[in-house]
T-cell receptor, first 115, second 113 residues
Framework: GAGVSQSPSNKVTEKGKDVELRCDPISGHTALYWYRQSLGQGLEFLIYFQGNSAPDKSGLPSDRFSAERTGGSVSTLTIQRTQQEDSAVYLC?????????????FGSGTQLSVL | AQSVSQHNHHVILSEAASLELGCNYSYGGTVNLFWYVQYPGQHLQLLLKYFSGDPLVKGIKGFEAEFIKSKFSFNLRKPSVQWSDTAEYFCAAYSGNTGKLIFGQGTTLQVKP
């Protein structure tokens, strides 16, 4: 597609439920990043993929969070047993290559609200 | 641990005032530095970036930033702000050693007409 696409754009869920957030990067982009934007917290790095592998998962806040990427394209971020503190905007970004000279393109994010 | 720190969380200026937003990073070795901007209701977009060469980099919309290696700083400047510059500004640093792109906490800029 023309840009990074994230779905859903808004998700309201009950505490304890699982949620799955999806990111469709720009075609051909090998690097994919997940960030979380919370009020007063700025942008928090969660995980990045180079192709289908995730060399660094240290940003994931707890073992309730997991992410995968298949076919070097679509990525899903799964949050199990959601908690109220998981409420935030989850941003996905992609670039043609990891870091260095390549610009990141961001999606519009998924606003997650845990009641 | 690598980190990016932005000094100002909320800045309020009148139109035509000069702007400087502070950014410091804590990495050793080579880093690539970025400023991103998020206008109300819009995606994050790249304002400018520094990889090497001239430490004074110019970006879109009249913004510039200066990389000062000895101070681990990459401050964003604009000589005369406009109401349309109202947005949130994020400094970010990429380290080739870790492969991570880390963002600062962000600075909300409000420009009064």
């Amino acid at each position: 597609g023309a840009g990074v696409s994230q779905s859903p754009s808004n998700k309201v869920t009950e505490k304890g439920k699982d949620v799955e957030l999806r990111c469709d990067p720009i075609s051909g982009h090998t690097a994919l990043y997940w960030y979380r934007q919370s009020l007063g917290q700025g942008l928090e790095f969660l995980i990045y993929f180079q192709g289908n592998s995730a060399p660094d998962k240290s940003g994931l806040p707890s073992d309730r969070f997991s992410a995968e990427r298949t076919g070097g394209s679509v990525s899903t971020l799964t949050i199990q047993r959601t908690q109220q503190e998981d409420s935030a905007v989850y941003l996905c970004a992609s670039s043609f290559a990891q870091g260095t000279n390549e610009k990141l393109f961001f999606g519009s994010g998924t606003q997650l609200s845990v009641l | 641990a690598q980190s990016v720190s932005q000094h100002n969380h909320h800045v309020i200026l009148s139109e035509a005032a000069s702007l400087e937003l502070g950014c410091n990073y804590s990495y050793g070795g080579t880093v690539n530095l970025f400023w991103y901007v998020q206008y109300p209701g819009q995606h994050l977009q790249l304002l400018l970036k520094y990889f090497s060469g001239d430490p004074l980099v110019k970006g879109i919309k009249g913004f510039e930033a200066e990389f000062i290696k000895s101070k681990f700083s990459f401050n964003l400047r604009k000589p005369s702000v406009q109401w349309s510059d109202t947005a949130e500004y994020f400094c970010a640093a990429y380290s080739g050693n870790t492969g991570k792109l880390i963002f600062g906490q962000g600075t909300t800029l409000q420009v009064k007409p």
